[in-house]
């Protein structure tokens, strides 16, 4: 089976940066469209950022435009997101998921129901 593993997360000041992983096992990456979505308390997931399969096209969420960069390594089997200039309400548990290329190109904002792989999830945390 497919797995996805996130790690990187963390607690850090406003202004900090965190770079979070997600190691992939079970297939090759470049079979899947990858995404980071997040999750604060109370609020519904959101889609943060994707790639498609080799990395050219990306997509990022006006919250984080300009603050992260998403990337993969599909010789490592690893996706990436780089947050930088963090903000308070940037704190939320980030997944990391994965759709299958068989699935067709998903919907730009990431939709939840359009991922069929998921991490369990690293938590970052932005204190003021």
């Known amino acids: 089976q497919v797995q996805l593993v996130e790690s990187g997360g963390g607690s850090v000041q406003a202004g900090g940066s965190l770079k979070l992983s997600c190691a992939v096992s079970?297939?090759?990456?470049?079979?899947?469209?990858m995404g980071w979505f997040r999750q604060a308390p109370g609020k519904e997931r959101e889609g943060v950022a994707a790639?498609?399969?080799?990395?050219?096209?990306?997509y990022y969420a006006d919250s984080v435009k300009g603050r992260c960069t998403i990337s993969r390594d599909n010789a490592k089997n690893t996706l990436y997101l780089q947050l930088n200039s963090l903000k308070p309400e940037d704190t939320a548990m980030y997944y990391c998921?994965?759709?299958?290329?068989?699935?067709?190109?998903?919907?730009?904002?990431?939709?939840?129901?359009?991922?069929?792989?998921w991490g369990q999830g690293t938590q970052v945390t932005v204190s003021s």
């Open positions: 998921a994965a759709r299958g290329i068989w699935m067709g190109e998903p919907s730009l904002p990431p939709k939840n129901s359009e991922y069929n792989r």
């Open positions: 790639i498609s399969t080799g990395g050219s096209t990306t």
């Open positions: 079970g297939y090759s990456v470049n079979r899947y469209f």
